[in-house]
């Protein structure tokens, strides 16, 4: 087969590996509370946590997407208790928001469970190398860079 043909099946598998997880995602799920939260929530507390205390244009860059789906989302986790959003004392214009401790479990649970399930990938994969790892990051990094490039030049546009 040659390198294009390769490629373009590459391409799809990527595509169809998207559509894969955004149905995995759409599942609801209990991460060791009593609420069930979809994938898109955790995954936002994740970017919380990670950060300690961040801003919504802060998890709006890192996620590319607008402040105002980010603020949407960080209201629905307000009310479910796993963030609180607060004044930064040092600029009144900013709202901080961090997780609160029953936010800090759901983010310890969520990390503890993506450990679980990568390392059920990696018993899946152990035919592959570290070197042939590398290699599809690399791929992946510039099939991303590439990606996001568009993406950049259609926001800049005005229409």
């Keep these: 087969m040659d390198k294009e043909k390769v490629f373009y099946e590459l391409m799809e598998t990527i595509y169809e590996t998207s559509r894969l997880i955004s149905s995995y995602e759409n599942i609801p799920r209990k991460y060791g509370t009593e609420d069930e939260l979809y994938m898109i ?91 042939d790892f590398q290699k599809y990051i690399t791929v992946l990094n510039l099939i991303n860079q590439r990606t996001q490039s568009v993406l950049n030049d259609k926001k800049s546009k005005v229409y």
Excluded: W
Aim: proline share 1%.
């Design 41 to 131: 929530e955790v995954h936002t507390l994740n970017l919380i946590g990670d950060q300690v205390k961040t801003t919504t244009s802060e998890i709006a860059e890192i996620k590319n997407c607008t402040k105002s789906a980010v603020s949407q989302m960080v209201d629905k986790l307000i009310k479910k208790g796993l963030v609180i959003k607060y004044r930064n004392v040092d600029n009144y214009r900013e709202l901080n928001i961090e997780l609160t401790p029953k936010g800090k479990i759901v983010y310890e649970y969520h990390k503890n469970l993506d450990l679980e399930e990568y390392r059920s990938h990696l018993r899946n994969l152990e035919q592959f190398t570290t070197e």
